[in-house]
């Protein structure tokens, strides 16, 4: 099993659709998540951070986390086809490393 | 403006050949790490400083080597043992645990 999981995709979405990206991890002492987007050769950007079981909003961003099922999302609304990216699932390591590990990401489309 | 900084973009190697990756921030961030990327695939972590004067192997440290003898800098030198070293190389860092990692834009390496 890997340590974090994505759908590779491509996910395809219509533009002003929602865009939901998922991710499942094995550390179940991860407490601090990330999600970064990632342009065709450029190095990735963080989008989205959660610490807390729920929902957290930021502008068109929403993650999503839960700690029991060991599951994180990321929801894009009114996506436009400047999203068009790969998304990277990233937990915080358990213990003091301070290390994030990242799923092979998802690749999201937007067709115009 | 703060920011991390790697050199060069492109770097090409040949057989049998050291080469060093350059990567310096000026954030002020206490911890710094090497990812390695190959086409498809997801981040996997070379080797991290979490501060001066000590680092620790990652998953992929084998024909890698670093120091970290300044905190605003920690150069990757690929060695003649990495077979196979072609991939896009990215540096990170971090203030503490809890936060995401800030990413420079990158080093892609062929070997020709």
């Known amino acids: 099993q890997k340590e974090v999981e994505q759908n590779s995709g491509p996910l395809s979405v219509p533009e002003g659709a929602i865009a939901s990206l998922n991710c499942t991890y094995s550390?179940?002492?991860?407490?601090?998540f990330f999600w970064y987007r990632q342009y065709s050769g450029k190095s990735p950007e963080l989008i989205m951070f959660i610490y807390s079981n729920g929902d957290k909003e930021d502008g068109r961003f929403t993650a999503q986390l839960n700690k029991a099922s060991q599951y994180v999302s990321l929801l894009i609304r009114d996506s436009q086809p400047s999203d068009s990216a790969t998304y990277l699932c990233?937990?915080?390591?358990?213990?003091?490393?301070?290390?994030?590990?990242f799923g092979q990401g998802t690749t999201l489309q937007v067709k115009p | 403006d703060g920011g991390i900084t790697q050199s060069p973009k492109y770097l090409f190697r040949k057989e049998g050949q050291n080469v060093t990756l350059s990567c310096e921030q000026n954030l002020n961030h206490d911890a710094m790490y090497w990812y390695r990327q190959d086409p498809g695939q997801g981040l996997r972590l070379i080797y991290y400083?979490?501060?001066?004067?000590?680092?620790q192997k990652g998953d992929i440290a084998e024909g890698y080597s670093v120091s970290r003898e300044k905190k605003e800098s920690f150069p990757l030198t690929v060695t003649s043992a990495q077979k196979n070293p072609t991939a896009f190389y990215l540096c990170?860092?971090?203030?503490?645990?809890?936060?995401?990692?800030?990413f420079g834009s990158g080093t892609r390496l062929t070997v020709v």
């Open positions: 990233a937990p915080q390591s358990s213990g003091n490393t301070g290390k994030l590990i």
């Open positions: 550390d179940r002492g991860s407490q601090s």
């Open positions: 990170a860092s971090k203030p503490n645990r809890d936060y995401g990692y800030t």
């Open positions: 400083s979490q501060i001066v004067n000590d680092f």
